[in-house]
């Protein structure tokens, strides 16, 4: 018998929680919870409001290190107060410097595509953690914020080198 796989999952916040329902219950009739346990982690908006800053509990991010894997749903970013993105935060806590979005025409779905008689198939590969994650903002004036855009060269090689690799793979 196949192993099952753990996957820590945060339900997220606002319409989060209905998504990730629907999901679940997706894999459950496409026969994927008998292969995957979930474990429940406490992050988002509830962790910002209790004083957290990063927006997850010490023990989600234990959990989340134990499965190697975080399934979660929309997250609340904090307003005001220079609270940064639980998003922004899980990148850069675990290093997930690249999102890889693929895209592909699925046989019998309509799109504006399909309908054109263009096939689709396609992947984008974009940096996660440097760039404009990096949150270098300084006002100037009243009327003028400077937002800096940093990005290193061995930031840049690792993000070229998985698109290269995923390349080579797809």
Not at 60 to 70: D, F, K, S, Y
Request: proline share 4%; with cysteine.
């Amino acid at each position: 018998m196949a192993s099952r796989v753990s996957i820590a999952l945060a339900p997220g916040d606002g319409i989060g929680p209905e998504i990730m329902n629907a999901t679940l219950e997706l894999f459950k009739a496409a026969g994927a919870m008998d292969h995957a346990d979930f474990r429940p982690v406490e992050m988002g908006a509830s962790v910002f409001a209790r004083g957290n800053s990063r927006g997850m509990t010490d023990e989600a991010i234990r959990t989340v290190e134990e499965c190697g894997i975080l399934f979660k749903g929309p997250m609340e970013t904090p307003k005001g107060g220079g609270g940064k993105s639980i998003n922004v935060t899980a990148r850069k806590l675990w290093n997930a410097y690249a999102n890889l979005r693929i895209f592909k025409t699925l046989p019998g779905v309509d799109t504006v595509y399909s309908r054109a008689g263009l096939h689709i198939d396609m992947c984008i590969v974009r940096e996660n953690i440097e760039d404009t994650y990096g949150g270098v903002e300084h006002r100037l004036t009243n009327d003028v914020v400077l937002g800096k855009r940093i990005m290193s060269a061995p930031g840049c090689d690792e993000v070229h080198r998985f698109a290269f690799q995923t390349a080579r793979r797809l």
